[in-house]
């Protein structure tokens, strides 16, 4: 046949004549089926088809004219040309030639049984790794018959010519009758009876290599694409893929508000349905799915070399998972060839948002909010507004060009809002589900995605503080420079700043951000009272019948996104570190904390882990920490025991540790030791040989040297870790540690601050020095001249 191919004689190098997105389908089932990965089978027809189709309607002429007559600056006369060459393609007949071929190829893809296809539009110029095309032109789902496959391929020929397809060919300077349309053909797979989504084989907000990134939801998958539900989200971490182990790392469900199924009865071949509540509590995917998924993506960049856009499909019927597109990532990809530098923003507010949502972009803006429902309030948006919308339409991309931000009720990262906003390079805040509603025309708002997976949108407009990032060339120290983290959310991003890893990982901040509740709450869950705080518990760890469950998946996924961010690189945890008066501000936390009189002084550090108080709380972080090493191979986790007063009571941690699974020396576990009680400096030694690092909490230290409460604003005066005690405490371990062959660091703001403390610990040997991510590059700088001072 001249005009129909079928996929399986399609590879990539015949792009040219059957498009991107054909040409991705027919490779991946020529060289990636034997591997197991499950391509639908279909056909395409020809760039040659389309072109026929045009000579023997006599099209080329008129169609030539009228875009010659189009006004490329203003695009004021776009809707007029757009509609009559519209017009025009929905008047042509195809070619007997064509419509016979396709036809005899549909006939042999039924094989005498009755099938529904997708025909979707592959441009010829689409896919490109610099120009994806994506949502540019139509496809259309469950065509059943003849006569509806053949309408449906000049209904793709008629998208060519949607005014957004026009739009896009001439802002990436493609010839227009340059451009042609192949269809391809391609057999459904009943994903409206199971689940369908869109993965990235990288971060596709911060560019981060090492993970996929995985939405999905209920239904058909044109929901997730167009951003028409929040969708459930998964990261797997390549190295435990490409090592056989537990890949996933991280776990988000969504909201999955509706699903797009076939309907019966209507003229409409689709239709989208409220997601029964049943299902909206659930993940679309079972976790063996999620990392079938994530092999096949991982091998699907691996033959392409290069990140990949890919739509997967899972069959309900049968259970089957499947690949239905794959093209190249481009907006990340091209960001990191031009080497796009990085700001840093500093807001300064304390009000609290109007709405919420997953944060695209990271920036922040202000602006006047048009509110769009549609193209007819296109003449009420200004250049510099933000658009509010429930979701956005392929057709607002010109627009959108308008928008310094957007914000939608729906869509999750891989919406069509999402995407737009990337290319456009602006940021976004989707998925917030009431935005239309709390936000009105007119009014002035702040919309802040600088505070990681969470954008937020603020009344007003606010003032903040914004810098450009140099990291410069000048970075490499023999004293190693590592971060202070608390928030995960902004782990792969940190990635790429100059570090050797993370020196302190809060893990108190992880529990009261993304667990919320009192660990031994969870613990003794049914035993608690009933009461206003036993409901908020059950509301917020509703899937999980056991409660401990959602601790141990919570912290163990916020310590192994930050792990796969740094990985290689050592990332210490510290083990719990509240006081009791914090932990009784969690959930649950009141029934459970003693009132003290002086909290930092009190029942904290070491003495919880071994204490019947908490010491079944210990064993949900040790249980954590075991499975982020040993199930996901992150064996870059170490561990860290804060306050820990006494020899003895370092060893009753490390053994209550082990029975729980986490065994110092065990598949490679270093535990290391704050330094920062007066009896860690004077026993260095012998806390050195029971654990295997020393990092300095310099403010506890400075606390307990001088005398200070360090929460005391009348004293707060006298603190100071420059303090001649202070260093000489700072002296003396650093010294016991060299001497003992014990790796060393500090935790704290001074080296970043002061130059010359700086150069006192580097002067005596220091291993590692620890910095939040705003103070790290002014660390390192002044580790540098300490350095060239030696």
Same mark, same amino acid.
């Given at each position: 046949?001249?005009?129909?191919?079928?996929?399986?004689?399609?590879?990539?190098?015949?792009?040219?004549?059957?498009?991107?997105?054909?040409?991705?389908?027919?490779?991946?089932?020529?060289?990636?089926?034997?591997?197991?990965?499950?391509?639908?089978?279909?056909?395409?027809?020809?760039?040659?088809?389309?072109?026929?189709?045009?000579?023997?309607?006599?099209?080329?002429?008129?169609?030539?004219?009228?875009?010659?007559?189009?006004?490329?600056?203003?695009?004021?006369?776009?809707?007029?040309?757009?509609?009559?060459?519209?017009?025009?393609?929905?008047?042509?007949?195809?070619?007997?030639?064509?419509?016979?071929?396709?036809?005899?190829?549909?006939?042999?893809?039924?094989?005498?049984?009755?099938?529904?296809?997708?025909?979707?539009?592959?441009?010829?110029?689409?896919?490109?790794?610099?120009?994806?095309?994506?949502?540019?032109?139509?496809?259309?789902?469950?065509?059943?018959?003849?006569?509806?496959?053949?309408?449906?391929?000049?209904?793709?020929?008629?998208?060519?010519?949607?005014?957004?397809?026009?739009?896009?060919?001439?802002?990436?300077?493609?010839?227009?009758?340059?451009?042609?349309?192949?269809?391809?053909?391609?057999?459904?797979?009943?994903?409206?009876?199971?689940?369908?989504?869109?993965?990235?084989?990288?971060?596709?907000?911060?560019?981060?290599?090492?993970?996929?990134?995985?939405?999905?939801?209920?239904?058909?998958?044109?929901?997730?694409?167009?951003?028409?539900?929040?969708?459930?989200?998964?990261?797997?971490?390549?190295?435990?893929?490409?090592?056989?182990?537990?890949?996933?790392?991280?776990?988000?469900?969504?909201?999955?508000?509706?699903?797009?199924?076939?309907?019966?009865?209507?003229?409409?071949?689709?239709?989208?349905?409220?997601?029964?509540?049943?299902?909206?509590?659930?993940?679309?995917?079972?976790?063996?799915?999620?990392?079938?998924?994530?092999?096949?993506?991982?091998?699907?960049?691996?033959?392409?070399?290069?990140?990949?856009?890919?739509?997967?499909?899972?069959?309900?019927?049968?259970? *089957? %998972?499947? $690949?239905?597109?794959?093209?190249?990532?481009?907006?990340? +990809? &091209? #960001?990191?060839?031009? /080497?796009?530098? @990085?700001?840093?923003?500093?807001?300064?507010?304390?009000?609290?948002?109007?709405?919420?949502?997953?944060?695209?972009?990271?920036?922040?803006?202000?602006?006047?909010?048009?509110?769009?429902?549609?193209?007819?309030?296109?003449?009420?948006?200004?250049?510099?507004?933000?658009?509010?919308?429930?979701?956005?339409?392929?057709?607002?991309?010109?627009?959108?060009?308008?928008?310094?931000?957007?914000?939608?009720?729906?869509?999750?990262?891989?919406?069509?809002?999402?995407?737009?906003?990337? *290319? %456009?390079? $602006?940021?976004?805040?989707?998925?917030?589900?009431?935005? +239309? &509603? #709390?936000?009105?025309? /007119?009014?002035? @708002?702040?919309?802040?995605?600088?505070?990681?997976?969470?954008?937020?949108?603020?009344?007003?407009?606010?003032?903040?503080?914004?810098?450009?990032?140099?990291?410069?060339?000048?970075?490499?120290?023999?004293?190693?420079?590592?971060?202070?983290?608390?928030?995960?959310?902004?782990?792969?991003?940190?990635?790429?700043?100059?570090?050797?890893?993370?020196?302190?990982?809060?893990?108190?901040?992880?529990?009261?951000?993304?667990?919320?509740?009192?660990?031994?709450?969870?613990?003794?869950?049914?035993?608690?009272?009933?009461?206003?705080?036993?409901?908020?518990?059950?509301?917020?760890?509703?899937?999980?019948?056991?409660?401990?469950?959602?601790?141990?998946?919570?912290?163990?996924?916020?310590?192994?996104?930050?792990?796969?961010?740094?990985?290689?690189?050592?990332?210490?945890?510290?083990?719990?570190?509240?006081?009791?008066?914090?932990?009784?501000?969690?959930?649950?936390?009141?029934?459970?904390?003693?009132?003290?009189?002086?909290?930092?002084?009190?029942?904290?550090?070491?003495?919880?882990?071994?204490?019947?108080?908490?010491?079944?709380?210990?064993?949900?972080?040790?249980?954590?920490?075991?499975?982020?090493?040993?199930?996901?191979?992150?064996?870059?986790?170490?561990?860290?025991?804060?306050?820990?007063?006494?020899?003895?009571?370092?060893?009753?941690?490390?053994?209550?540790?082990?029975?729980?699974?986490?065994?110092?020396?065990?598949?490679?576990?270093?535990?290391?030791?704050?330094?920062?009680?007066?009896?860690?400096?004077?026993?260095?030694?012998?806390?050195?040989?029971?654990?295997?690092?020393?990092?300095?909490?310099?403010?506890?230290?400075?606390?307990?040297?001088?005398?200070?409460?360090?929460?005391?604003?009348?004293?707060?005066?006298?603190?100071?870790?420059?303090?001649?005690?202070?260093?000489?405490?700072?002296?003396?371990?650093?010294?016991?540690?060299?001497?003992?062959?014990?790796?060393?660091?500090?935790?704290?703001?001074?080296?970043?601050?002061?130059?010359?403390?700086?150069?006192?610990?580097?002067?005596?040997?220091?291993?590692?020095?620890?910095?939040?991510?705003?103070?790290?590059?002014?660390?390192?700088?002044?580790?540098?001249?300490?350095?060239?001072?030696?």
């Amino acid at each position: 046949m001249n005009y129909c191919v079928n996929f399986r004689d399609i590879k990539l190098t015949d792009l040219p004549s059957v498009g991107g997105k054909n040409a991705s389908l027919g490779e991946m089932l020529n060289t990636l089926s034997p591997l197991g990965i499950q391509i639908p089978d279909g056909f395409a027809l020809t760039a040659d088809a389309f072109r026929l189709f045009l000579h023997e309607n006599n099209f080329v002429e008129p169609l030539t004219e009228w875009l010659t007559e189009l006004d490329i600056n203003t695009l004021s006369n776009l809707p007029e040309i757009g509609q009559k060459c519209r017009n025009l393609i929905g008047s042509g007949v195809l070619p007997d030639a064509v419509k016979q071929e396709t036809l005899l190829a549909y006939r042999l893809l039924e094989n005498d049984a009755p099938i529904s296809v997708a025909v979707r539009s592959s441009a010829t110029a689409e896919d490109l790794p610099t120009a994806s095309f994506a949502g540019q032109h139509d496809s259309f789902l469950n065509v059943e018959g003849e006569e509806n496959l053949l309408n449906a391929v000049i209904k793709c020929y008629v998208s060519l010519f949607n005014n957004r397809a026009i739009k896009y060919r001439i802002d990436n300077g493609f010839e227009h009758l340059k451009v042609a349309l192949s269809v391809g053909v391609q057999q459904m797979i009943r994903s409206d009876k199971g689940s369908a989504g869109v993965a990235f084989t990288l971060d596709p907000e911060t560019g981060f290599t090492n993970v996929i990134y995985l939405t999905g939801a209920w239904g058909l998958g044109e929901n997730v694409v167009q951003g028409a539900v929040n969708p459930d989200e998964f990261y797997l971490f390549k190295p435990a893929i490409q090592a056989g182990q537990r890949s996933i790392i991280q776990h988000r469900m969504g909201a999955k508000e509706n699903m797009m199924v076939y309907s019966t009865g209507t003229e409409r071949p689709i239709i989208n349905i409220a997601t029964p509540r049943e299902k909206r509590d659930v993940y679309c995917l079972s976790d063996t799915d999620v990392e079938q998924l994530g092999r096949w993506c991982s091998q699907i960049e691996q033959h392409y070399g290069m990140p990949m856009d890919i739509e997967w499909a899972k069959d309900g019927l049968t259970g *089957e %998972l499947f $690949i239905v597109q794959a093209r190249p990532e481009t907006v990340q +990809t &091209q #960001k990191q060839a031009k /080497g796009i530098g @990085i700001k840093e923003y500093k807001i300064h507010t304390s009000a609290l948002p109007i709405c919420k949502g997953k944060a695209v972009g990271r920036s922040i803006v202000s602006g006047r909010v048009s509110i769009v429902e549609s193209l007819a309030d296109a003449g009420k948006v200004q250049q510099g507004d933000i658009i509010v919308a429930d979701i956005t339409n392929p057709d607002w991309n010109a627009l959108l060009k308008k928008a310094v931000s957007i914000v939608t009720n729906k869509g999750g990262r891989t919406s069509h809002a999402s995407i737009v906003a990337r *290319e %456009l390079g $602006i940021h976004a805040v989707v998925g917030t589900m009431d935005a +239309t &509603q #709390k936000l009105k025309d /007119g009014q002035i @708002i702040t919309v802040s995605c600088i505070e990681g997976d969470e954008g937020r949108v603020y009344d007003g407009k606010l003032e903040w503080e914004e810098h450009e990032i140099n990291f410069g060339n000048d970075t490499q120290t023999r004293t190693k420079p590592m971060f202070i983290l608390a928030d995960p959310d902004n782990a792969f991003r940190l990635s790429f700043y100059p570090n050797e890893g993370v020196g302190l990982l809060r893990m108190e901040f992880i529990i009261a951000n993304a667990i919320r509740i009192h660990p031994m709450a969870l613990v003794l869950y049914d035993t608690l009272p009933d009461s206003n705080d036993k409901k908020a518990i059950e509301a917020i760890t509703r899937h999980y019948h056991d409660k401990k469950k959602y601790f141990i998946e919570k912290l163990s996924e916020a310590v192994a996104t930050v792990a796969a961010a740094f990985y290689p690189k050592d990332v210490i945890i510290r083990m719990s570190d509240f006081k009791t008066n914090e932990y009784s501000q969690l959930i649950g936390g009141a029934l459970y904390e003693p009132k003290e009189e002086n909290p930092m002084l009190g029942f904290r550090g070491a003495s919880r882990y071994y204490h019947e108080r908490y010491r079944e709380g210990f064993g949900m972080e040790c249980e954590a920490i075991r499975i982020v090493r040993d199930e996901m191979g992150l064996t870059n986790v170490k561990v860290m025991i804060p306050f820990c007063r006494t020899v003895d009571e370092g060893r009753k941690v490390l053994d209550v540790m082990k029975s729980f699974g986490l065994e110092r020396t065990k598949n490679g576990l270093e535990v290391y030791v704050m330094a920062e009680i007066p009896s860690n400096v004077i026993l260095a030694k012998q806390f050195a040989e029971i654990f295997d690092g020393f990092s300095i909490g310099s403010n506890d230290l400075t606390q307990l040297t001088l005398g200070i409460d360090r929460d005391s604003s009348i004293i707060s005066g006298l603190f100071d870790e420059n303090n001649a005690a202070v260093k000489e405490m700072l002296a003396m371990v650093i010294r016991s540690a060299k001497q003992s062959g014990t790796k060393i660091g500090l935790c704290g703001q001074a080296p970043s601050d002061y130059p010359a403390f700086a150069q006192f610990l580097v002067k005596e040997g220091i291993d590692s020095i620890s910095f939040t991510p705003d103070a790290l590059l002014k660390g390192i700088e002044n580790i540098v001249i300490a350095e060239k001072a030696l």
